[in-house]
């Protein structure tokens, strides 16, 4: 739990936050902004500033980040659609949350 942290306060239900997905490791939230209509973003109960500090110990978390967007994926409908899954990283790469969190965004018409 870092002080000023916006998505530690939510994972520690310090801010009231609709969760559509959680277990040990990570909460599931819908982007307050949404880029697409379905926007949901995969984050870590842990924190972790970035990509950038992340350590050979994470590789499971990371992995089962990419398990928790799959189910969530089929959850909302777009898996056979399809959707992207991405991380902004740092300033320069669009990250304005300093928590590690994996966007996955789908749901446009075809
Ligand atoms: P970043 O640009 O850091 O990769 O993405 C942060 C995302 O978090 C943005 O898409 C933004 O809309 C979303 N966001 C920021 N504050 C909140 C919040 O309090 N609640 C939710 N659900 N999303 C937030
Ligand atoms: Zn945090």
């Known amino acids: 739990m870092v002080n000023d942290c916006i998505f530690c306060k939510i994972a520690a239900r310090e801010i009231p936050s609709n969760f559509l997905y959680e277990d040990d490791d990570f909460i599931v939230i819908k982007d307050i902004n949404p880029h697409a209509p379905v926007h949901l973003l995969i984050i870590p109960k842990r924190h972790i500033r ?14 089962s980040m990419f398990i928790v967007a799959k189910k969530m994926a089929k959850e909302q409908g777009v898996n056979e659609s399809g959707y992207k899954v991405g991380f902004n990283v740092e300033k320069g790469g669009g990250q304005e949350i300093f928590h590690l969190h994996l966007h996955l965004l789908g749901g446009w018409k075809k």
């Open 50 to 63: 970035s990509i950038n500090d992340l350590q050979e110990q994470d590789k499971e978390l990371v992995g």
